[in-house]
T-cell receptor, first 113, second 114 residues
Framework: GDSVTQMEGPVTLSEEAFLTINCTYTATGYPSLFWYVQYPGEGLQLLLKATKADDKGSNKGFEATYRKETTSFHLEKGSVQVSDSAVYFCALSGSSGTYKYIFGTGTRLKVLA | NAGVTQTPKFQVLKTGQSMTLQCAQDMNHNSMYWYRQDPGMGLRLIYYSASEGTTDKGEVPNGYNVSRLNKREFSLRLESAAPSQTSVYFC?????????????FGQGTRLTVV
């Protein structure tokens, strides 16, 4: 079945460091891919999405490119801030035969001042 | 903008008690979902409703029932709570079932079963 695999955390970075959180997926068909962010005590919020191969989603300095050849959707940010500390979830939906949202296990990011 | 509203935010139950988690969305979305979040497990789908009048099992439906009361509301019921159901529960909605539309989430219900 469809699945999403994320790098395990926690990831600890200093402010202004470069961030990469790896995400790979297994799916039949052509899913849409999402990154969600969860701040402490809150629900998940959409960070960015990409709906077809080679699309780049971007928001608040974060970017991710839909790579069909490597089945990946890695999240990147050039310069993280303390306020980026949160849990990040990669997800997919819309693969043929399934229209549910399937999530990775989440990666906790901690940014130190 | 309310979005997706869940009640209650916190609940403690004794083993064997029952309760209903309420969820309502004001975005006129067709599809609604219930997930549970456990450490190291990510979000796992319990039940979903593709449209008003339909419900389907997700990955972990045992011990739960759902009701799609109308287009706005989707409730989750625990008939006889067990400690294994201690978790954070999230309701979500989307304009249609998956595809290229994103899901919107509520703030969560933190449930402890003792």
């Amino acid at each position: 079945g469809d699945s999403v695999t994320q790098m395990e955390g926690p990831v600890t970075l200093s402010e202004e460091a470069f961030l990469t959180i790896n995400c790979t997926y297994t799916a039949t068909g052509y899913p849409s891919l999402f990154w969600y962010v969860q701040y402490p005590g809150e629900g998940l919020q959409l960070l960015l999405k990409a709906t077809k191969a080679d699309d780049k989603g971007s928001n608040k300095g974060f970017e991710a490119t839909y790579r069909k050849e490597t089945t990946s959707f890695h999240l990147e940010k050039g310069s993280v801030q303390v306020s980026d500390s949160a849990v990040y979830f990669c997800a997919l939906s819309g693969s043929s035969g399934t229209y549910k949202y399937i999530f990775g296990t989440g990666t906790r990011l901690k940014v130190l001042a | 903008n309310a979005g997706v509203t869940q009640t209650p935010k916190f609940q403690v139950l004794k083993t064997g008690q029952s309760m209903t988690l309420q969820c309502a969305q004001d975005m006129n979305h067709n599809s609604m979902y219930w997930y549970r979040q456990d450490p190291g497990m990510g979000l796992r789908l319990i039940y979903y409703s593709a449209s008003e009048g339909t419900t389907d099992k997700g990955e972990v439906p045992n011990g739960y029932n759902v009701s799609r009361l109308n287009k706005r509301e989707f409730s989750l019921r625990l008939e006889s709570a067990a400690p294994s159901q201690t978790s954070v529960y999230f309701c979500a909605s989307s304009a249609r079932q998956g595809g290229n539309t994103e899901a919107f989430f509520g703030q969560g219900t933190r449930l402890t079963v003792v």
